[in-house]
């Protein structure tokens, strides 16, 4: 009998940075999906990779005097050596930059042009250079960016556009008539209400003022934009070719689940499906937007410094310790927390209490009381009952958590036969009965129990933390770790032989393992201090020198962009003369100009004019910052007051 087949994808990450723990969480709880479907006996194929394009890269390899494509074949090396290291079974690891995949991507859009769900245009609008996303005025949240929050800057270009527009009516039909492609239920309602039903707006899918992107056979003067490249990578990994696709693609496709973060939901369910309804092919089954982790009550991020990498916290803990938080803490609909407090405490209570005592004292018990023989269950009480009830509901339980992809509550349910199994060890007292050689069949169904709850256990947790279930198996001395054998209580063999009995976790002095980290994290500031370059102190001048600045305060009465170039704004000022003052500031990239019409700020109005791409300068306001400027703002100062 044929296996059905599963196909399950990551969102393919961005090849910026090396991913923090945040990034890996979905690679990690995508993993978990695609183990426990193989244990299930699906045809299991699971993809991910690396998203590889844009203007970002072009702009970050620039700074490190390399090539873009040195740029991210470093980083997506990164990428993919943290999936292996948080042993990861994906079956395909796909980079937008390998040749098969680019040249797809040329015939999809062609294809797209051909039929004319792409045509050529103008596009004018808000451009946020982190997201690489457009935006209108009426998406903006407080005139910034809806998905990261940061600066938006106003872009001019010509563009090819796909024809969103157009398929409006049939995927807000799609989505009513499947109600669960989009989950959990929030971000349906969140895409309907807030994006689709106001009217979808054709989306910009080429950009002609940077090149490192996939360029377009007809026009040289374009490369694809980043949506068309990235979310096309589900189907060019599978083989897709609008002439033709592969076996690979006809059997898996279409996805029975995309597994992405909630930012980037509305890219996977209206541009993505939409695509698919152009190019004719079925859409996925379903996309879940899983939340975020945060470090404490902040996301991370590097300027932050607040970033946590997984390979870090593997060499800390181990990796079944990072895979247990990431998929035992996370909610399955709001978005979770990291801390060391709370990763301790996490494994200390689960990890090496609950299940590592549990496994431990077990097997030393078998060892101790019958040679390390198990025995077989002879003298049944009804006290079992309860205990082989727990576990025998565990299976369902948690299958139906997994398929709601609820999997903190699916690791409970597991958890839960090895808290009952340590219950079970309080109510017996296997160390009492053991005083009693009338009792000594007793004590062996005691310990036969005890031993197939955590061969139960084991079996379910090899797609959470497979390496400690491996482990599990070889203290049991029992390699019987098939699903079906879950199907009824006592599959162990009796007379099986106990391996050696070894702490799974050793429990950690959270103390003195925070105060470790909290040195480690200052002698690491320290060092980036030593880093960066000292601060140099301009020449002292005399009083009389700095008197002949004319610093004086003028209120902002009109500010604009200045054509070609992006990091100018032309501002007029009124500095309490009369007449207005033009001055142009390379502050464009962190002020738009109705955040600065109105305000008072601070004018050296006696610098000698200079001519900034057409704009005759008057003078240069006061701001400071390197990363993140600052315009100094004297709104309690009158127009025209001298600073003194």
């Known amino acids: 009998m044929s296996k059905k087949p599963y196909y399950i994808t990551t969102a393919i990450a961005y090849t910026s940075r090396k991913p923090h723990i945040g990034n890996s969480y979905e690679i990690v709880l995508t993993d978990a999906i695609a183990r426990f479907k193989r244990m299930q006996g699906y045809d299991v194929f699971f993809q991910t990779g690396t998203d590889e394009h844009g203007q970002k890269i072009e702009e970050y390899a620039k700074d490190a005097g390399i090539s873009p494509k040195e740029y991210v074949d470093k980083?997506?090396?990164?990428?993919?050596?943290?999936?292996?290291?948080?042993?990861?079974?994906?079956?395909?690891?796909?980079?937008?930059?390998?040749?098969?995949?680019?040249?797809?991507?040329?015939?999809?859009?062609?294809?797209?042009?051909?039929?004319?769900?792409?045509?050529?245009?103008v596009y004018e609008g808000w451009y946020c250079v982190p997201c690489e996303s457009f935006f209108t005025d009426s998406q903006l949240v407080d005139g910034k960016c809806p998905d990261c929050g940061r600066e938006v800057r106003r872009e001019k270009e010509e563009t090819y556009f796909l024809r969103l527009s157009k398929y409006q009516k049939q995927l807000e039909e799609y989505?009513?008539?499947?109600?669960?492609?989009?989950?959990?239920?929030?971000?349906?309602?969140?895409?309907?209400?807030?994006?689709?039903?106001?009217?979808?707006?054709?989306?910009?899918?080429?950009?002609?003022?940077?090149?490192?992107?996939?360029?377009?056979?007809?026009?040289?003067?374009?490369?694809?934009?980043?949506?068309?490249?990235?979310?096309?990578?589900?189907?060019t990994g599978l083989g897709y070719d609008p002439d033709g696709s592969s076996e690979l693609y006809s059997k898996y496709w279409p996805a029975d689940v995309h597994i992405i973060g909630k930012d980037i939901v509305r890219f996977h369910t209206i541009y993505w499906p939409i695509m698919l309804m152009a190019l004719g092919e079925p859409l996925p089954k379903q996309v879940y937007g899983h939340p975020w982790l945060m470090v404490g009550a902040d996301k991370m991020s590097k300027s932050r410094g607040n970033v946590i990498y997984a390979d870090d916290l593997a060499d800390r803990f181990g990796v079944d310790a990072v895979r247990y938080y990431l998929l035992a803490e996370m909610p399955h609909a709001s978005d979770g927390t990291l801390t060391y407090e709370k990763f301790i405490e996490r494994y200390n209570a689960d990890l090496a209490n609950t299940l590592g005592n549990l496994v431990n004292r077990c097997v030393a018990m078998v060892k101790k009381y019958f040679d390390g023989v198990l025995p077989a269950p002879t003298a049944p009480e009804a006290l079992?009952?309860?205990?082989?009830?727990?576990?025998?509901?565990?299976?369902?339980?948690?299958?139906?958590?997994?398929?709601?992809?609820?999997?903190?509550?699916?690791?409970?349910?597991?958890?839960?036969?090895?808290?009952?199994?340590?219950?079970?060890?309080?109510?017996?007292?296997?160390?009492?009965?053991?005083?009693?050689?009338?009792?000594?069949?007793?004590?062996?169904?005691?310990?036969?129990?005890?031993?197939?709850?955590?061969?139960?256990?084991?079996?379910?947790?090899?797609?959470?933390?497979?390496?400690?279930?491996?482990?599990?198996?070889?203290?049991?001395?029992?390699?019987?770790?098939?699903?079906?054998?879950?199907?009824?209580?006592?599959?162990?063999?009796?007379?099986?032989?106990?391996?050696?009995?070894?702490?799974?976790?050793?429990?950690?002095?959270?103390?003195?393992?925070?105060?470790?980290?909290?040195?480690?994290?200052?002698?690491?500031?320290?060092?980036?201090?030593?880093?960066?370059?000292?601060?140099?102190?301009?020449?002292?001048?005399p009083i009389d020198d700095f008197a002949k600045v004319d610093l004086r305060v003028a209120k902002v009465v009109d500010c604009k962009p200045v054509k070609k170039a992006k990091k100018l704004l032309e501002l007029t000022l009124d500095d309490g003369t009369g007449t207005p003052r033009t001055v142009a500031s390379g502050i464009a990239l962190y002020y738009k100009p109705e955040e600065l019409i109105g305000h008072n700020v601070i004018v050296v109005a006696n610098l000698k004019p200079a001519t900034l791409c057409g704009v005759e300068s008057r003078g240069m306001i006061l701001a400071g910052g390197e990363d993140d400027v600052k315009v100094v703002f004297v709104d309690y100062l009158e127009p025209g007051t001298k600073i003194r």
Request: aromatic letters at 10%; hydrophobic letters at 40%.
């Open 175 to 235: 989505i009513e008539a499947n109600p669960d492609f989009i989950y959990p239920e929030s971000r349906k309602k969140e895409m309907l209400n807030n994006f689709i039903k106001p009217g979808l707006q054709d989306l910009c899918v080429s950009r002609s003022t940077f090149k490192w992107g996939v360029p377009v056979t007809f026009d040289d003067k374009h490369v694809i934009y980043v949506w068309i490249d990235a979310l096309s990578n589900y189907i």
């Open 384 to 541: 079992d009952d309860e205990l082989k009830a727990v576990a025998l509901e565990s299976i369902g339980k948690c299958a139906a958590k997994m398929d709601k992809f609820c999997i903190a509550d699916a690791v409970s349910e597991v958890m839960a036969v090895a808290n009952r199994a340590n219950k079970y060890i309080d109510e017996t007292m296997p160390w009492a009965l053991a005083k009693d050689e009338s009792k000594k069949e007793r004590l062996g169904t005691v310990m036969y129990n005890l031993i197939e709850s955590i061969r139960f256990i084991a079996v379910q947790l090899k797609p959470f933390i497979p390496e400690t279930a491996e482990k599990i198996f070889a203290q049991i001395g029992c390699d019987i770790d098939s699903y079906e054998s879950l199907s009824a209580f006592g599959a162990t063999p009796a007379g099986t032989v106990m391996g050696e009995a070894a702490p799974l976790f050793g429990r950690i002095d959270a103390e003195k393992m925070l105060a470790e980290i909290e040195a480690e994290n200052a002698a690491k500031a320290a060092k980036e201090e030593e880093k960066k370059p000292a601060f140099e102190e301009m020449p002292q001048i």
């Open 75 to 121: 980083v997506a090396g990164e990428i993919k050596d943290i999936c292996d290291r948080l042993n990861t079974t994906y079956d395909k690891f796909i980079r937008t930059t390998d040749d098969y995949h680019e040249k797809c991507v040329q015939k999809i859009f062609k294809k797209l042009y051909d039929q004319d769900d792409i045509y050529k245009s």
